[in-house]
């Protein structure tokens, strides 16, 4: 599986981005689908994910600002980033796991200027 990232970019504080994340083929809703993201000098981060039949999670920086979705018939998982923050500036990674292996997007920058 393959998955593309795209959607980050240069954005000021309060500011907003979408991030999408297509996978070369179809994902069963079961898979999770989720964000990542590491910043310089940081470890990487779960930032949001999503999987069938549950609530999304957020971690707790961006909850009420980040939204998470997916669209299997599209083979996408989209992040709406809202009320943006010099702390979300980030390589932004997409995930997924199937069948106990894990797949990586090649990350999107996302950078917030204050």
């Known amino acids: 599986v393959q998955l593309q990232a795209s959607g980050g970019g240069l954005v000021q504080a309060g500011g907003s981005l979408r991030l999408s994340c297509r996978a070369s083929?179809?994902?069963?809703?079961?898979?999770?689908m989720a964000w990542y993201r590491q910043a310089p000098g940081k470890s990487r981060e779960l930032v949001a994910r999503?999987?069938?039949?549950?609530?999304?999670d957020y971690v707790e920086s961006v909850k009420g600002r980040f939204t998470i979705s997916r669209d299997n018939a599209k083979n996408t998982v989209t992040l709406e980033m809202n009320s943006l923050e010099p702390d979300d500036t980030a390589v932004y990674l997409c995930y997924t796991k199937i069948d106990g292996h894990e797949y990586w997007g090649q990350g999107t920058q996302v950078t917030v200027s204050s």
């Open positions: 083929r179809s994902i069963f809703s079961g898979n999770p």
């Open positions: 999503i999987r069938s039949g549950r609530d999304p």
